[in-house]
């Protein structure tokens, strides 16, 4: 890690940094604090990989060794639960399988929540999770209403809608999905849930593993989603400080 980039981060957020397989590593604890470091990178051409829990996406090898991880662990609250428009908001780093624990006593339920995922939610967006219900391949792109992240240059954007009444245009919070950490840190997540009286209708979904191959054909593909993608990363990150392992 450059030496004078770190010696600032020491400085302003001295419990928020560690040492995990002898690579710093970052612990954000608000977007804020997320985007004073993506800004404090850039002044310094910093390096920067974005983790949740590390099962899928973690950094590996000796050319990490000079890098910075940020971890979303410890964005994990509950940010809000509003049962009548069935939507949950929560932090990046709250568990994936832990979301039905908190919302079954309002009556309702998350179909990836009952799944055995082991990671975050942001990490599960990251990697662009995914089921089989027996006849078709579910995204987790399709509950995702609205998300809030930081931009590589420390932009804070929350693109999205909580409701789908108001969605008008396209919805670019879809461009985290399967994005691996390379277009920003998505710090908060609002997803679509349902009513309990629908579970016993529903099919389990069975996860399929996660295919960064996937994400290498969407990030070079001729979509408008790649395009959105590419010229997000283009603007706002020139310097390529986000990297995939």
Request: aromatic share 10%; charged share 25%.
């Amino acid at each position: 890690m450059i030496a004078e980039f770190e010696n600032e981060i020491r400085e302003a957020y001295p419990e928020g940094i560690t040492w995990q397989k002898t690579i710093p590593t970052f612990h954000p604890e608000s977007a804020e604090e997320a985007a004073d470091i993506f800004r404090r990178s850039g002044k310094y051409g910093q390096k920067i990989f974005i983790s949740g829990f590390g099962n899928n996406i973690d950094p590996v090898g000796d050319r990490f060794a000079d890098w910075m991880v940020i971890k979303s662990d410890r964005l994990n609250d509950i940010k809000n639960i509003v049962p009548p428009d069935f939507y949950i908001t929560v932090g990046a780093g709250y568990p994936l399988k832990e979301i039905n624990q908190v919302i079954d006593e309002k009556n309702l339920w998350f179909p990836f929540s009952r799944s055995n995922y082991p990671g975050s939610c942001g990490g599960a967006l990251a990697v662009g999770l995914a089921g089989n219900d027996g006849d078709h391949t579910v995204p987790l792109s399709r509950y995702l209403l609205s998300v809030t992240a930081v931009l590589p240059d420390g932009s804070i954007v929350s693109p999205g809608a909580k409701t789908f009444k108001s969605v008008s245009g396209y919805d670019i919070s879809r461009i985290f999905f399967n994005s691996w950490g390379t277009v920003g840190l998505v710090t908060e997540l609002t997803f679509r849930v349902l009513p309990l009286s629908k579970l016993d209708q529903s099919p389990h979904l069975a996860l399929l593993g996660p295919d960064k191959k996937a994400f290498e054909e969407d990030i070079e593909g001729d979509s408008t989603l790649s395009e959105v993608c590419r010229r997000i990363r283009n603007e706002y990150d020139p310097g390529h400080l986000l990297q995939t392992a």
